[in-house]
């Protein structure tokens, strides 16, 4: 069973800079795709990155140039460098790792962009 936890989220003035962090630990299929999601106030979960196990990355058009997702498969780790912050981007953002034999979530980590 595999176990995500995220960290790195908190309250970031507008055009600021967070970075998120998601470790995986247990047991789960080497080949994945690790993403970050988020859900802000009355919206739907959306995805807002996603990167495969050897590099391929997705976003979603409205983080584009501002956030970069990366991995390190050493340590089962995936980043999100999340910059010029608008408060649009608040939500709470979640870790999701994808293989063929399971799907995982992380308890959440609270981003809020606010003057």
């Known amino acids: 069973q595999v176990q995500l936890v995220e960290s790195g989220g908190g309250l970031v003035q507008p055009g600021g800079s967070l970075t998120l962090s998601c470790a995986a630990s247990g047991r789960f299929f080497s080949v994945n795709t690790m993403a970050w999601y988020r859900r802000a106030p009355g919206k739907e979960r959306e995805l807002v990155a996603e990167?495969?196990?050897?590099?391929?990355?997705n976003y979603a058009d409205s983080v584009k140039a501002r956030f970069t997702i990366s991995r390190d498969n050493a340590k089962n780790a995936v980043y999100l460098q999340m910059n010029s912050l608008k408060p649009d981007d608040t939500a709470v953002y979640y870790c999701h790792l994808q293989s063929i034999y399971e799907s995982a979530w992380g308890q959440g980590t609270q981003v809020t962009v606010s003057s």
């Open positions: 990167i495969t196990r050897g590099g391929t990355t």
